[in-house]
């Protein structure tokens, strides 16, 4: 069964640093979604993408983060320059359109040091 | 913003009885969903509801849209000890326009004694 798969399964990184989450997300789905789940709190949506451009974003998307589509299977979050706060889950999931169910990957766990 | 309210926050069951959980928001969604989410994965879909008033089953899963649409239940029948996990509501408001985002229940996080 097809599935979205995100790399890498644990990050760990200074607080300040760079990091970029990966994402593969279902082949034949063109909808594609970041959402974070801080530790024991429920799943907050940031950003949704479709069509090389970012449809939807919350509050909590601000300036220091950005997704991309670099080729045709990769999706990636990219969190500029990391705080403590940012330490979390990282969910990646894609769907056919936009109504239809939204498919998860397993998630990063991002450790800001 | 949105909020779902979901209840109860957790559960402990012997193995074998029923369990009922239910989340209400303040806003109608055309979409309700129910995830369960395992330690360090990510959810899973379980039940997905498009039309107020549906009752829909999936094995030892039904759900219902309520008739306003801004509620939902999930009933889990004779649980088994691998039913164990958080499990998640999401609405989403998904309509020509409308937000295609999920937003969230809380979670209720079930223990199942065998």
């Known amino acids: 069964e097809p599935e979205v798969t995100q790399t890498p399964s644990h990050q760990v990184t200074q607080m300040g640093q760079e990091v970029i989450l990966r994402c593969v997300p279902i082949?034949?789905?063109?909808?594609f979604y970041w959402y974070r789940q801080i530790l024991g709190q429920k799943v907050e949506f940031l950003v949704s993408?479709?069509?090389?451009?970012?449809?939807?974003k919350s509050e909590i998307f601000d300036d220091q983060f950005s997704v991309e589509r670099p080729d045709g299977s990769n999706f990636t979050l990219k969190i500029r320059s990391t705080k403590l706060e940012d330490s979390a889950m990282y969910f990646c999931?894609?769907?056919?359109?936009?109504?239809?169910?939204?498919?998860f990957g397993a998630g990063t766990r991002l450790s800001v040091l | 913003g949105q909020q779902l309210n979901q209840s109860p926050q957790s559960m402990f069951i012997q193995e074998g009885e029923d369990v009922s959980m239910n989340c209400t928001s303040s806003s109608i969604f055309n979409t309700w969903l129910w995830y369960k989410q395992d330690p360090g994965e990510g959810p899973v879909l379980l039940i997905a509801?498009?039309?107020?008033?549906e009752l829909t089953s999936n094995g030892r899963l039904t759900a219902q849209f309520g008739i306003t649409r801004k509620d939902s239940f999930l009933n889990i029948s004779a649980s088994i000890p691998s039913d164990v996990g958080i499990y998640f509501c999401a609405g989403q408001l998904g309509t020509q326009g409308g937000s295609e985002k999920l937003v969230f229940g809380k979670g209720m996080k079930l223990t199942v004694n065998p």
């Open positions: 509801l498009y039309k107020a008033g």
């Open positions: 082949s034949n789905h063109l909808y």
């Open positions: 993408f479709y069509n090389n451009e970012i449809s939807e």
């Open positions: 999931a894609s769907a056919r359109d936009r109504k239809n169910i939204q498919y």
